[in-house]
DNA sequence: GTTTTTTTGATAATGGTTATTAAAAAACAA
DNA sequence: TTGTTTTTTAATAACCATTATCAAAAAAAC
């Protein structure tokens, strides 16, 4: 899992990040870089304490306030997506920093990113009823992934 | 807003809420019974907090500890939803105790219950495509309220 | 090279929620 | 009624992910 065995698509979200850290005028440290790069290149939607531990590998002085910080600098700046638990597990989402739905295993906590449409109409017929001004909006299905049904 | 200005289909939840708790062998003490009314009442989408207080009003001596517990318990035998928050700010719903989008005001935390179909059939949806087996849903809207718009 | 600003690392503080436990209340039995 | 058992309450300590604090280190600016 060397930098070698970085998709292509890793490559370019790691250069947008890069190039938003830079014209947001916030340096780019080799600690911030490490839990970058594992944003861009994870489709887990790592928490905090697993990019911690990832980073400690290549960064064993890495402190874990440091990966906080990190992980929320790049959600104000708009390249990373939060997903909050209220148990306190929360996940990020480097990949797609942007509202989309989620399909939560209820067993062992595997997300994934499903392809869905329309979700941007439902926020406008929201507006136009409730008289709401939507900016955003968190749509989660909870379930049992194939792999925790066969173990049921 | 004493007891004769309780709605019919308040009345009607109440009276659900007090049969599931007797069928459910728990006992219907007055402490329970207080803040099963209020989350039966309320159209607010309470916090604990909130009804904590609430049920202070009528019952100085009542722990906030109880009311967490009756809360939980009414959420684990399936009469209230919780809607929570990794912000620690959780709401309580005693009315539609089910799946159901919500419309939430990022500035005043208010909290609406809009009309919208066809979300079961989205989960089934998602059950297909991704072979999780859905349980569960949760939609969330975020903006700004009417009367946030205004004052901003 | 010196000064200024930003960032890091270590750790204390925070705060909603849960756990603990003795006392009170309710249910049950004799 | 009285005694016994079970459940529930009230008060408070413990929990734990996250945030705040701040001195030291690193980077940038001069």
Same mark, same amino acid.
């Given at each position: 899992?060397?930098?070698?065995?970085?998709?292509?698509?890793?490559?370019?979200?790691?250069?947008?990040?890069?190039?938003? !850290?830079?014209?947001?005028?916030?340096?780019?440290? +080799?600690?911030?870089?490490?839990?970058? =790069?594992?944003?861009?290149?994870?489709?887990?939607?790592?928490?905090?304490?697993?990019?911690?531990?990832?980073?400690?590998?290549?960064? +064993?002085?890495?402190?874990?306030?440091?990966?906080?910080?990190?992980?929320?600098?790049?959600?104000?700046?708009?390249?990373?997506?939060?997903?909050?638990?209220?148990?306190?597990?929360?996940?990020?989402?480097?990949? =797609?920093?942007?509202?989309?739905?989620?399909?939560?295993?209820?067993?062992?906590?595997?997300?994934?990113?499903?392809?869905?449409?329309? !979700?941007?109409?439902?926020?406008?017929?929201?507006?136009?009823?409730?008289?709401?001004?939507? !900016?955003?909006? =968190?749509?989660?299905?909870?379930? !049992?992934?194939?792999?925790?049904?066969?173990?049921?």
């Amino acid at each position: 899992m060397n930098s070698r065995n970085i998709s292509p698509e890793a490559q370019n979200r790691i250069e947008e990040m890069l190039a938003k !850290l830079k014209s947001s005028d916030f340096r780019i440290t +080799p600690q911030r870089y490490a839990v970058l =790069r594992i944003l861009a290149a994870s489709e887990e939607h790592p928490s905090v304490a697993e990019i911690y531990e990832s980073v400690r590998a290549e960064f +064993p002085t890495t402190s874990l306030a440091t990966v906080y910080k990190t992980v929320s600098l790049l959600k104000d700046i708009g390249e990373v997506l939060e997903l909050g638990f209220h148990d306190g597990n929360n996940r990020y989402d480097g990949n =797609r920093p942007f509202p989309h739905p989620h399909v939560i295993c209820m067993q062992c906590r595997k997300i994934m990113d499903p392809e869905l449409a329309g !979700l941007d109409d439902l926020s406008a017929e929201m507006n136009r009823k409730t008289g709401y001004k939507i !900016l955003s909006h =968190r749509l989660d299905f909870y379930g !049992l992934c194939p792999d925790c049904q066969k173990l049921a």
